[in-house]
């Protein structure tokens, strides 16, 4: 089993494996475990003596994109030991091979932010920077695309109401972005923020109370719903779950397994999701349509507790 982290990525490679990468222990220690392989049958993989070329060091604050079209996770930005925030690494999930890119063009030095593949292209929002000063680390709300084709980065010019500079945020919903929370600097936000990937921002003014503030974990469930679950927030780590849907309303989730303990800096993902049949709606609330089943591993509380726990639950 992975050793306990947080600030890890996690994403599928197939319908049954799932690739976790990196993270931070306690005492802001590197793990040192930083690659495993999960099959869904519940078995954990150690893979840093299996995979060959120039392996990463262990990361904080990146993140790990997987493309179905190479069948390889992009592992973009961070912090680790002694590197630029700039670098991306391409792990092909059929030969366990790692490529460090030498990229072209207006590259990126970014941390906690968000990215997605749309259109074989490498979406990259938000995140802190660099700083030549010992204060913060300021904050982005910029828009890079990377380019496999060509390794080549390259920025958009994007309309509309652009959201504040921010970090830890962002959601591939269809042909869109949905950018709700994050952090800037010492303050969280709970603002949401639409981007349509023909490239224009709206502000989006939600119908009902929207969840607190913080950072946190968000998935896709369905082509107009996400997913946010607890996060870091002004009054530290929190243990809820919440779904926005696109027609501007939040709602929350009832959990217990899910929502058994604060939780901060894991990793989610959807395993699948069903629609629900006529008689098994009458058994649910009018409002529920759907079933997805999730996987969270790892996480802290932010107050010196990590976690090293797998989660399998269904939500409705």
């Known amino acids: 089993c992975p050793s306990k ?14 690739i976790l990468i990196g993270g931070e ?89 968000s990215a997605a593949f749309y259109k074989k292209e490498l979406f990259v929002f938000g995140g802190i920077q660099p700083s030549h000063s010992s204060g913060d680390k300021p904050c982005s709300n910029a828009l890079y695309i990377f380019n496999p084709e060509f390794e080549l980065w390259y920025q958009p010019i994007v309309e509309g109401d652009k959201p504040l500079p921010r970090f830890h945020s962002a ?61 870091c927030s002004a009054i530290g780590a929190l243990q809820d779950l919440h779904i926005f849907n696109t ?10 397994l899910l929502c058994s303990k604060p939780r901060a800096g894991h990793s989610m993902l959807n395993l699948g999701c069903t629609v629900l049949t006529d008689t098994e709606k009458q058994k649910q609330s009018e409002n529920v349509n759907i079933r997805c089943t999730l996987l969270v591993f790892g996480g802290s509380d932010c107050s010196g507790s990590f976690y090293n726990d797998t989660v399998k639950c269904t939500v409705e």
């Open 5 to 18: 982290r947080w600030s890890h990525t996690m994403c599928l490679s197939d319908a049954d494996t799932v």
């Open 25 to 113: 222990t306690s005492d802001q220690n590197y793990c040192k475990d930083s690659l495993w392989k999960l099959e869904l049958s519940d078995f954990w993989f150690p893979m840093n003596s299996c995979a060959s070329g120039p392996l990463p060091p262990c990361a904080r604050g990146h993140s790990a994109t997987y493309d179905p079209d190479s069948k390889a996770v992009f592992v973009y930005g961070g912090l680790r030991e002694g590197q630029r925030y700039s670098e991306l690494y391409i792990l092909n999930t059929l030969t366990w091979k790692w490529k460090l890119v030498t990229a072209k063009g207006n590259v990126p030095n970014l941390a906690y932010h």
């Open 171 to 231: 959601t591939l919903l269809s042909q869109k972005l949905v950018i709700f929370g994050g952090r800037k600097t010492a303050a969280y936000l709970n603002d949401l923020h639409i981007l349509d990937l023909f490239m224009e921002y709206t502000a989006v003014m939600c119908a009902n109370m929207p969840p607190l503030p913080r950072f946190h974990a968000a998935l896709p469930v369905s082509d107009n719903r996400i997913l946010i679950s607890g996060g």
């Open 247 to 256: 027609t501007n309303m939040w709602s929350s989730v009832v959990s217990p």
